[in-house]
């Protein structure tokens, strides 16, 4: 128990994510990141934690596919509100202890939310284009996080955040190039969101994942305060909820009911590491690389800066038409 303690105390931080991995299974537990390797020592075997039974809860989500775990062993996360963070191009400030509620393609409308979720601010066919109704009962999702039934043609790893810088399909808001650090990056032209797709990066109790930032929500769209500066969201609903998070990302992290407080950043593509979220969707850069953000993470690597400096531009897509709204442009 001595060497546990003791081991614990000497956290490196995992290089670019500014948080401590502790990796813990059996009877060891090792101390994973920098670059002189790991620690390992051996303290008593623990029984495993009790299951929480919720109605729409995680199955042992933190065994399945933790970035770098294996099945059977926990991958555990210092919380990024304690560490310190160094400046790097592509990684953005934390949003911390942030009321996040549970939402799906395809939700009807209820009393509390008269917003039905068929369709997303930017996607009239968002459950169409998706494939399906995204079941947010774990009865009807698989262990790789997805609904049962079909294959999602969009990624299942999805939030929505409480802005749209467009408005209708013709202009953006009048404070969108001013506000949204990439706007002048990404901008392609008037009223072509350049929020839609941007990756963020969750973190709960001692886990992250990464998911895409698709809808508009909880209950406002206009809050950009919030999600580019450093005030606390202004809807009151909901615990104040600033995030919604989908069935995938709420099972990866083993949120254990419809809502729960995490911490959140944007992060560039080319820095988001790759897990279950990498997997499926044409809306999805590991998987369409003719993609936008796709095009810039190789831009970066061909400058062989290693994903550290934002390049200044953005290769030209390539001349190819899928189906919209997810055709390369």
Known sequence: MVRTVAAVLLLWMVP?????AVRSGGGSVSISGG????????GEKKPPAPSQGLSVSPASPSVRSVAGGKRGAEVRYADPKVMKFPAKAGVYPWHFDVTATVFWIGEAPTVRNKTPNHKSSWDQLWQVNYGGFDHPDTEFRTEDFCPKGFVPRLNPFYVALPYNDCVGSSAHKPEAERVIPW???DFEKAGRSVCKGVWV?????G?????QWEDCGPFTTD?????????PPKNANNNAAGIDISPAV???LGIPSGSARVHWRFVDFYHVK???????????????KELKHARLKDAVMRRGKGGRVAPKTVPAPMDRKDWSPYRVR
């Open 16 to 20: 670019g994510w500014g948080a401590a």
């Open 274 to 288: 790759e897990g279950p979220w990498a997997k499926y969707g044409l809306n999805n850069p590991f998987v369409n």
């Open 201 to 205: 990066q969750i973190f709960y109790e």
């Open 183 to 185: 706007f002048k990056r």
């Open 223 to 231: 809050d950009w305060e919030y999600v580019f500066g450093s005030k």
């Open 207 to 211: 886990k992250y994942c990464f998911a």
């Open 35 to 42: 670059s002189s390797g790991a620690v390992t020592t051996t």
């Open 250 to 252: 709420r099972d990866f």
